[in-house]
């Protein structure tokens, strides 16, 4: 059974920038398509970026031009560089495939204050 473990968030002032990471067991990793989501208390979890296994990329209007996935899948390991943070972006961080294949993690908390 696959895990993930994701870690590096933090409480940060607007305008800032973190590096998320997303560790996942297992050699399987590498064949999916994963993605970061995120949840904001009272609101439904949603896609925020998605990485190929080779790469291409894609990103939710919000953060477009702001925040970068990247992977590495020898580490089997997703990565999510947001810059210029915002309050909006404060919430609950997760990656997990694009079908939500894996059991979820614990997540990540970010805090932005403006």
């Known amino acids: 059974q696959v895990q993930l473990v994701e870690s590096g968030g933090g409480l940060v002032q607007s305008g800032g920038s973190l590096r998320l990471s997303c560790a996942a067991s297992?050699?399987?990793?590498?064949?999916?398509?994963m993605g970061w989501y995120r949840q904001a208390p009272g609101k439904r979890r949603e896609l925020v970026a998605t990485?190929?296994?080779?790469?291409?990329?894609n990103y939710a209007d919000s953060v477009k031009g702001r925040f970068t996935i990247s992977r590495d899948n020898p580490k089997n390991t997703v990565y999510l560089q947001m810059n210029s943070l915002k309050p909006e972006d404060t919430a609950v961080y997760y990656c997990n495939t694009d079908t939500w294949r894996f059991p979820w993690g614990q997540g990540t908390q970010v805090t932005v204050s403006s």
């Open positions: 990485i190929t296994s080779d790469g291409s990329t």
């Open positions: 297992g050699s399987i990793f590498s064949f999916h398509v």
